[in-house]
């Protein structure tokens, strides 16, 4: 999970949003709740909070990931417009702007109608989760301090330490591990270099090598919270970097 910026308000909900909430409030009234409406009627209701204007914005807002788990919904065929606030709780926000997120299914079903105002759990456009989450090999634990409590249930409530999360993040660890090989042999190359012309290349070489490895924890890139996490604790990445840093400022 990784903080992400809402876009501004899609014209469609901005023209909408009160008559399609008054048409969903007065259902819940004529059915004297939300889960006595009959399905026909309410996917009748509900349906325009899934317009594609809707969900492109949310989409790209999020990288095209889920804001959870950072999963590609696009992959699975399972992409959908999640209430972050449940609406089988929270039916007067069904079509509030801030309300939505773009979300995998398996994350949506996990978290089901979770209610997020009794039981918190982060939602990324208002909480920065950089700093939340830490990992025991490919699993996601809370980190301990202010916010140990709201991550831990998030991953909890959105299941982000299941099992269907181990192989994505150990693709992941396996590709990290490769570029950080690469990263070594560049470095060890560099270390050996004694004229400046060899030098330079041998630099040139480390500067791609931590290119291609910093393209996995772009906000673009699939789990890079998790990415950022093996970035931050190599060591041979942080060597390289400070290594590389000295040879640039020496040569400038």
């Known amino acids: 999970m990784i903080k992400l910026t809402r876009p501004p308000e899609p014209a469609i909900l901005c023209e909408n949003a009160e008559n399609w909430t008054k048409a969903m409030l007065e259902l819940v009234e004529k059915y004297d709740g939300y889960n006595k409406i009959p399905s026909s009627e309410k ?3 509900l349906r325009n909070y899934r317009h594609d204007d809707i969900r492109n914005a949310l ?15 696009a992959e ?54 950089g700093n ?55 470095l060890d190359d560099f270390y050996l270099a004694r004229s400046t012309q060899n030098k330079m290349k041998r630099a040139a070489k480390i500067n791609d090598a931590l290119c291609t490895i910093e393209e996995l924890a772009k906000p673009s ?17 942080q060597e390289a970097k400070r290594r590389l840093q000295e040879y640039t400022d020496e040569n400038m």
């Open 59 to 73: 989409r790209d807002s999020s990288f095209g990931k889920c804001a959870f788990c950072e999963g590609i919904p």
């Open 221 to 237: 890139a699939k789990l890079s919270n998790y990415c950022s996490y093996l970035l931050e604790n190599s060591a041979t990445y």
């Open 43 to 45: 996917e009748a209701a």
């Open 132 to 186: 939340c989450f830490t990992y025991t090999d490919i699993m996601m634990e809370a980190k301990a301090g202010v916010n140990h409590v709201i991550a831990d249930k998030t991953i909890s409530v959105c299941g982000l330490s299941a099992k269907r999360l181990f192989s994505a993040r150990g693709a992941i660890l396996v590709n990290f591990r490769a570029f950080e090989a690469d990263l070594r042999e560049a």
């Open 76 to 129: 699975t065929g399972f992409p959908e417009v999640e209430h972050f606030h449940p609406k089988s709780i929270y039916t007067d926000k069904a079509f509030e702007w801030t309300n939505l997120l773009y979300s995998c299914k398996a994350c949506n079903n996990s978290k089901l109608n979770h209610d997020t105002q009794q039981e918190p759990i982060i939602n990324p456009y208002d909480l920065d989760p």
